[in-house]
């Protein structure tokens, strides 16, 4: 049978590390596959540029529009980034009956509804397994694999960047702005680095994962994003006398009340294989009703481990060409009329367990005082540390443990505490996360 044409958008590392990976095991994909993949035209921005892979044959153009417009294109693969260009092109491809392979997770999360909806149209798969995760086939995993579950929650370190930079933080004692420019050297941060340590990027897979493991559409501007810029070494060394490490955690749950869908700093427990996540390295933890606890661990960037699940897709792309478009697997899992319209918490009405350090000076019933207001608000103590000060008539510092409480309910306590005329303003509240398979 006639190879299958793919037209790649962009070349860089993920791109480059495509043409590598078809080019490497071709015998062994065109035999999974039915029929070969060849890479037939790629666009750059410059044509001068030095490549990670080789591209004598090739087409390259500095058009983009030039391989979505070309006939002899069958497959799409979207690598540029962003989500205007990036969107305009993969629409445009879509209106061409062109299937699309694409890595973009802020294009899927902002974007996925109308893309998917275009596609259903016109009978056109868009595949995104490298959207999330790079090479751990989470989507395939969620989407097919744990199908019959009912899934109650998901938790992962969804960004290598920020993950990286805790563990250099808490094992070397490095700086953050040393470590993030590492990561930058290595090509795992984004362009815009914030996008890595405000948890936008994590948001943007975090939104993925929510709608195909609950049927639900991609709502990403309801996700709860908080950053982990302010975290500290004394953070982690506390966190470590409890027994917990911090992750900067993406976490989706079904509660009676609506979805949680939100991205922090979070203490887990030590003894948590997600807690021993180091490095660059992603890890979802998926809780379903049938099949309890799943752990998904591997590479969640890079020029290989990406192409891995780009290929991976252009596999599935390429074996589904000849099947109605009625019955594939859908693109978020559930049926497009099938989605349902649970709401996404807003953050005040989720529930956590909470770390806290108060700054009090020691002087008579000021603990009492602190205790006080949180057991006017519902809040209930898990354990309380009261340090030695530093020196004499400093402030001393006082880590409190909660157990679950609505956060509203936290916020009302911490103002009323931070009101205190013996308490620091400068108050740290980090949630808690017990990733009980029973929760
Ligand atoms: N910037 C991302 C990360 C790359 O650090 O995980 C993969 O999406």
Redesign the pocket.
Known sequence: MKPVNIGILGLGTVGGGTVNVLQRNADEITRRAGRGIQVTMASVRSMDKPRICDTSSITLTTDPFEIVNQPDIDVVVELIGGDTLALELVLQAIANGKHVVTAN?ALIAVHGNEIFSAAQKMGVTVAFEAAV??GIPIIKAVREGLAGNRVQWLAGI?????N?ILTEMRDKGRSFDDVLAE?QQLG???ADPT??VEGI?AAH?LTILASIAFGIPLQFDKAYTEGMRSLTTQDVSDAADLGFRIKHLGIARRTEKGVELRVHPTLIPEKRLLANVDG?M?AILVNGDAVGPTLYYGA??GADP?ASAVVADLVDVVRALTTDPENRVPHLAFQADALDDTAILPIEEVSSAWFLRIKALDQPNVLAGVTKILGDNGISIEAIVQKVPHHHGASVPIVILTHEVVEKAMNLALQAIGNMPEIEDDITRIRVEYLDPDQ
């Not at 969804?158 to 920020?162: A, K, L, V, Y």
């Open positions: 997770k995760a790079g969804i960004n290598g960047t920020s990286f990561a795992y941060a984004e996008f890595d990027d897979k660059v992603n969640g960037a990406t």
